[in-house]
């Protein structure tokens, strides 16, 4: 079975799902994490390239095995940046198009036994600090006048876990009846671009040419193999311990 013309294909509009979409021949919604999580959800896209959260939170999907938006240390586009200690930490501003990361850092504060209130607007301060996400985050950190401190999500989950941590995942409605076909033409895509990533860099904007070059090779990792398996397992159980899920998801379906 081919491809249907018809498929609707959404991804997340940062710079770290390039190497898992550049090239994709059919159309493409691009758009933030929670926007692309709405659509899938109300089954205006049949798959999606979205917060790992998702999943767990709605485990109705099939995951598209083999690729995924990761880290294993510190991934530098999600950050917490901050002014003071984070035990002094009261607030924390919070992006509405953040889904897994929001998650992540309360269990990353709450094993630390941290727990501030989570806003919406607000100023960073010595106790409030700010989660920015993928290019914002990265923007921030280019245009950061030197005051701030970053705590690194990936950096703090390899350090508390010993494990990857999974960010975005390939996930396919139920209804949709093409999932092995779609799977195998998205993992040999991912393949492809990773195979040739000096062309893939090559092809972004001459002054982001350094940076992609740093971030696609130190900081992201692309695989969804066993470690990183282990990783989205362990952050179901620590969101199911902070009360963020009812009870530890189960094993997903794979593709």
Known sequence: M??????????????????????WAGPVVFDHPSALCRQLAAGELDV??????????NPIYSVVDGVAIASDGPVYSVILAHMGPL???REVVVDAASETSVHLL?????????????????????????LLIGDQAIRFRAESDG??????LGAGWQEQTE?????????????????????????????????NLDELIAAQ????????D?????????????????????????????NLLPAAPGEPRMV
């Open 2 to 23: 081919a491809i249907p013309d018809s498929l609707r294909l959404g991804c997340v509009k940062y710079r770290n799902a390039r190497p898992l979409i550049h090239g």
């Open 147 to 152: 005051r701030h401190r970053y705590f690194d």
């Open 106 to 130: 309360r269990c990353l504060l709450g094993e630390r036994g941290i727990a501030p209130r989570f806003v919406r607007v607000g100023e960073i301060t010595t106790e409030r600090g700010q």
């Open 163 to 195: 494990l990857p941590f999974v960010y975005a995942l390939w996930l396919i409605r139920p209804e949709f009846s093409g999932k092995e076909e779609v799977a195998a033409a998205l993992r040999s895509l991912g393949k492809s671009n990773l195979a």
């Open 48 to 57: 999606a390239l979205v917060s790992s959260f998702e999943l767990l939170r």
């Open 214 to 242: 740093f971030y696609y090779r130190e900081c992201l990792r692309f695989a969804f193999g066993a470690p990183e398996k282990n990783g989205f397992k362990r952050f179901g159980e620590l969101c199911a311990k902070e």
């Open 205 to 212: 904007p001459e002054a982001d040419q350094a940076f992609c």
């Open 87 to 89: 035990n002094f930490m």
